[in-house]
């Protein structure tokens, strides 16, 4: 369902033009150019207004940039003629000496000449006391001495040159209030000299108002000028702008350049403002800015855009016009197509549209007919493929099923109907169950045909039926459901039961003669000193090693007999140490290894995890690996037991030099019964094994919950790996032993 859903996401905007199926193929071509064109326009008057308002607003900016320069290049100006000014009075001849007398009427005597020649705002003398002795202001373009006294704390500049007392100290600057004149004042103050001593400070003084209206001039802007506090104190604006606060008022204060602020709407009008330090050199006195008209720009783009309109609707009307003659010509034979695939979507296969042309839709057309021609062979190709295919599956002797990805089962023939039907009549006899154990071989590995890997076999009744299955898969991997081919096995697992029971029956029969064979043998060994020649001795040697031999294989076969008949192996699980074992293995066969002239290692790592299993049978797996190294291993060669741990698992490596086993034969090396040719014979020639003790081995490991593995090289020996679960310390620790 969720494949479904996703193909219908894939294909939904294909089906999506049927919504608008009442428009005509012509108003389908003229549509989307006539809205093409729409957006074209709306964007095109978009991107051209706002190009021509962004070239304005970039010339208003260069503006603001420009008119801020002007301001600071004024005040550096005026601060040089309040530098000349300030000294000419401080260089007045018999100043210094009045000021270090305290002579009022001389330093105004000599003062005020100066000011009213050069136009001074405001001047006042400070003798070295800090004591004002002159305080001219400009009224009515005449200048008047202040009578009154001047507190001139407030005159900071001048009271840093004092208290510095260098008599050629740099000139100080800053904006200050006069109370006086109750206006804002800029102040420039220099020393004054005698005898290589500070005799008193000039101040000369410019009202902002004044300043404000000669940047105005200056830069043809309008000129704000802020307080610390980030108030606008001065302005050429007859409304007082807003005012900004004291984090931004900080941050152009210690700014570089100037920054563009906000617009402002003031008397009605709306202004772009740009802001900057007011700076004599590196001396910053507060923060200023200028304004300038931002109505033009607005004006500007409602012009432009009104223009643009006009050419891109005219340009939409040509773009209807042109559509609809243009599309007149091409649904005729559009038409022709349409009904010519409506034919063959209804089957009619011998249809054609007749339509020949060189352009596109001809080419179309052409193309169209070769493709219906292909699709009419095909499609009778298919149905005869498709009818060969339906007389083989009913044609084979088992039956076959079908899976969808929804979990319907179809038949796909008429085998797979009888068996479900003989299936459903048996359920009268027994339910339906799966065995534990098969009887039938193992078939697996990499060789193995992949409809094989997925293998169940099924009782019911009386009936005994395998199933194998398998995916269906595209080529680019889609998965369509799953093929089920059912075998009816009843009689095979008959035939392997009869086989089982008679080697159970013959095993039994054998193990009595064998043991008299056997105890005879030894009792004639015992009694054969200085009776049997050697020779003699040496046949029954031969007769005693090959009873014991038959004697082991009689009960291996009994054994799995027992196995096979109960289905399971009834383990009895506790916590084992693989180490004593492997210990208790190795002096067990540790004579017949040096007997037959084998190097016999012994690896056992100390610590090593012990495994949930069940001894006795363990034992028996064990055994028969150690068994299979002894007897496929010649004279001089060498096994190896290796015990250790990986990742939460103990691993038992039993290596020999052998002659090793074919890739051929490593592939069913574990299923019953199977013997490799090349190393079913021992170093003397006699035949060994019966083919089930790695079977055994493999069910037993399994049955623990682990896994045998194999790995070798024929002619350079064999390694036989049986990985087994770990059990951690406290598991151990809550359980009983072995």
Partial sequence: MAEDTESEKRTGWLQRPSRFSGFGIRAKIVLPYLILTLIVAIVGTYVVTTLVASSLDERLTNQLLEAGRAVSDGLAGWEMEHIESARLVAFTVGLAEALQDGDRDSVAALGQPVASVQGLECLIVVDAHGQALLHVLRRDDSHEIIEEPLDTSELWMAQDLLKAGDPKGLPKR?????????????FTAVPVELEGEIAGVVVVGTSLDTLLAYFKRLSLADVIVYDSDGHASNSTFIEQPADIDQELYDEILHSTGYTLGENL???????????????????????FGVALPWNFIVQARADSRNTYAVIFSTA????IVVGYLISHRITNPIKQLV?????????????????????????LATTFDEMTGRLEERTHALEETVGRMRAILSSIGDGVLLENIDGEIETLNTTADELLEEMATQFELGPLHEPLSGGLEDISGPQANPWLLERRQLEVGQKVVRAYSAAVETDDGKHLGTVIVLRDVTVEVEAEQLKDAFITHVSHELRTPLTAIKGYSELLLANSAGVLSEEQRGFLETIRRHTDSLVTMINTLLDFSEMEAVGRLGLQQLPVSLSNLIEEIAEQWRPRMDEKELTFEVETPPDLPMVDADAKRLRWAIINLVRNAWQHTPAGGSVRLRLFDRDDHVVLDVTDTGAGISPQDQQRIFSRFYSVAQVVQSADGEARGLGVSLYVTKSIVEAHGGKVGLASTEGAGSTFSVILPALSDRESGKRDTV
Wanted: aromatic fraction near 6%.
């Fill in 174 to 186: 800053g904006l200050g209030y006069h109370r006086t004149d109750q206006r804002r004042y800029y």
């Fill in 265 to 287: 709407s003031i008397q009605n009008r709306l202004y772009r403002l740009a802001r900057g330090p007011l700076r004599v050199g590196n001396e910053r006195m507060a923060v």
């Fill in 316 to 319: 939409t009307a040509l773009v």
């Fill in 339 to 363: 009904s010519a695939s409506q034919a063959v979507a209804d089957g009619r296969l011998d249809q054609r549209t007749g339509i020949a042309g060189a352009d596109e839709i001809g080419m």
